[in-house]
Each structure stands twice: as C-alpha cells, then as structure tokens.
C-alpha cells in the first residue's frame, strides 16, 4: 500500500523560506520519478517540480524557478522541497506523488502539508 506523508509547511512571511519533507513506504521510492503538486484555496492541482529517479534530472514549472529545489534521499525513501524567496502566490496545499510531468494527478498521494505566504 503506498503511503505519502508531507510534513514541514506552516505560516511564513513573503521573502520567506520553508523546507517541505515527505516520507513514503509501500512501493520501491528508487525506482519512481517523484513530483510535488500543490493546490491553491479555490484552484485546481498544479504541478510544481519533478525528480528523476537517480535525483539527477529536474523539472520545476516556471514560476518557482530559481526558488525552489527538489531533492530526494532513496536511502531514506524521502522527498523534499526547498523552497525560498516565498511569496504570496505560493500559498497552497502541498502534495507529493509518484510520476513525471505527463502522469495524470489521479496518482496517490498524503493528505498534504498547508503552506501559508502571508505578512
């Protein structure tokens, strides 16, 4: 049974940092791409970055480029994302899932880790 669990968000100031961590079990976290996805109060599900397997390969949507960075432990079978210079727009609900950019977001994923930009 693959289980998803974010943790890490909370309430932070624009120019803000937060480092969003999410630990998995259930399936082989080596073999699997890995992707965040958040959802913005009244939005739909956004893609935010993309890991490659070997954590070599990453793919961030522009609007969090140049602040945000993915990395993953498969020793630890844990994903992360760094996220710095925060604004107000990056307010959402923070998912992690398996897949890549075209996987369809009907993937499973934890119940998420709320992120709040806001002075």
């Known amino acids: 049974q693959v289980q998803l669990m974010e943790s890490g968000g909370g309430l932070v100031q624009p120019g803000g940092s937060l480092r969003l961590s999410c630990e998995t079990s259930g399936f082989v976290f080596a073999a699997n791409a890995m992707r965040w996805l958040r959802q913005a109060p009244g939005k739909g599900l956004e893609l935010v970055s993309v890991i490659q397997s070997g954590g070599d390969s990453a793919y961030y949507v522009d609007s969090v480029k140049g602040r945000f960075t993915i990395s993953r432990d498969n020793a630890k079978k844990t994903l992360y994302l760094q996220m710095n210079s925060l604004k107000v727009e990056d307010t959402a609900v923070y998912y992690c899932?398996?897949?890549?950019?075209?996987?369809?977001?009907?993937?499973?994923r934890g119940q998420g880790t709320q992120v709040t930009v806001s002075s």
């Open positions: 899932t398996t897949g890549g950019r075209r996987t369809p977001f009907t993937t499973p």
